[in-house]
């Protein structure tokens, strides 16, 4: 089995992390480089990490998270959350990633109207603007726990929270951004649980 396979064999969702184990500062710091690696729709970039040291701050987290204790034994807790009113055209975060581009005014006007219609479709079919900006940080999310693993750190996604606890505690402003997911990153203080998966000739189909 290669490196890659034997780590998606690795990870688990890890329900309580070994609160005495740190994770190393640079193993840490590239498991960020790979979030801002990540690809996101359109280009936008829409997710911001927020690094959660303080003790106290983690203590209320986890009481907004169902009381998960993945929340206070965890080496490093982020909070991915995500831009909003930016992404609604026309704005200067829009005009500012075309931009940095070089791109003419004229080809950054076409490709804001090629955005904005793009948005508007979506919404026609019920994709709100959030919903579509909350996905692009669970592509970020993947990539960091998947590389994680790879590295031998254990992670566990936290959704399981109320979405307006999370923002308040934080003290976000709603119009401008929101809260996606969690990620808890450490190394597991018990061996990882049986793992269940559907097979693949119920999972593929082959047209
Ligand atoms: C988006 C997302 C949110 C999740 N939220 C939680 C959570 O709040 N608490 C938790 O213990 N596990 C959470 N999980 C972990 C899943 O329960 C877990 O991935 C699934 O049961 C499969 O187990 P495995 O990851 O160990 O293979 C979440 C997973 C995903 C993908």
Redesign the pocket.
Known sequence: MDKFLKAMHF???C?IFDENKEIKEEDFLNILEVGRLSPSSMGMEPTRFVVINDKKLKEELRAI??D?V?LTSASKVVVLKTLISPLLPPSNYIDSMSIRRGNTKEKREAWSKVYANFLESMQNKGISLKAWTQKQA?IAASSMMNYAAYIGIDS??????DIDGVNKCLGLDTFKESVA?ILTFGYRIKE??K?YRLGLDELVEYR
């Open positions: 990870r688990h969702a329900k998270c169902w998960q993945q669970y566990c996604p936290i959704e399981g929270f997911i990882q649980q793992r």
